[in-house]
């Protein structure tokens, strides 16, 4: 069961740096998003998605942009990294119905930015 | 607008002996709520969730939690910790009320739980 799979793992960038996050789900869930997580902050949820073709801001949108071309995929990109989006990023999927799902999370991927 | 509040940021306890890790929520509508884990480098995974119905929910490694919904809490228990209990913990809550926010989860800043031999 691959469940929610995120890659890279870790990941170092220069300022100025674009990169793609790839997020991809086999469990057929409509509901995917990207959370990041720092010290002291929790997780805060940066774009989400409710299907193919549907996207939206969350809490902290700014510096990146996100697509969902298939059920399967959900790929976070960083146009122009800057050290403030040194990170973990967390993936996330589930089915979206109103009834309190369960939400899968991905291993995590560590962003430096420098 | 919903948040989220974890009093402790960190909980050292000694091994075989309980512990209460806090959280607090507002939120003007009704909410589900739950308790994520995190080990060291790992990603989160679902301890409980309240949903409805009794307020004791039991979840997974013998953590359980209640809501009270006066006090506008769901505070997660243990009776006796074991040190692979180290982790962290993250009290989460969404809205029960349409799709499409139902998995839009509002984190607390998270608890570091220390267990000591």
């Known amino acids: 069961n691959a469940g929610v799979t995120q890659t890279p793992k870790f990941q170092v960038l220069k300022t100025g740096q674009s990169m793609t996050l790839q997020c991809a789900q086999d469990?057929?869930?409509?509901?995917m998003s990207w959370y990041r997580q720092d010290p002291g902050m929790g997780l805060r949820l940066i774009h989400y998605?409710?299907?193919?073709?549907?996207?939206d801001q969350g809490e902290v949108p700014n510096g990146y942009n996100v697509s969902r071309s298939t059920t399967e995929d959900f790929p976070l990109r960083l146009l122009s990294a800057a050290p403030s989006q040194t990170s973990v990023y967390f993936c996330?999927?589930?089915?979206?119905?109103?009834?309190?799902?369960?939400?899968?999370f991905g291993e995590g991927s560590w962003l430096t930015v420098v | 607008a919903q948040s989220v509040t974890q009093l402790d940021s960190q909980v050292p306890v000694f091994e075989e002996a309980p512990v209460e890790l806090r959280c607090n929520y507002s939120?003007?509508?009704?909410?589900?709520l739950f308790w994520y884990v995190q080990y060291p480098n790992q990603g989160l995974q679902l301890l409980l969730k309240?949903?409805?119905?009794?307020?004791l929910v039991k979840g997974i490694n013998g953590f359980e939690a209640e809501f009270n919904k006066s006090q506008t809490s769901f505070h997660l228990r243990k009776p006796s910790v074991h040190i692979s209990d180290t982790a962290e913990y993250f009290c989460?809550?969404?809205?029960?009320?349409?799709?499409?926010?139902?998995?839009?989860?509002?984190f607390g800043t998270g608890t570091r739980l220390q267990v000591m031999l």
């Open positions: 469990m057929n869930h409509e509901y």
């Open positions: 996330a999927s589930s089915y979206d119905r109103a009834s309190g799902n369960t939400i899968y």
């Open positions: 309240y949903l409805s119905g009794s307020t």
């Open positions: 998605s409710v299907g193919a073709g549907i996207t």
């Open positions: 989460a809550v969404s809205h029960n009320t349409q799709t499409g926010t139902a998995s839009k989860l509002t």
């Open positions: 939120s003007s509508v009704s909410v589900y």
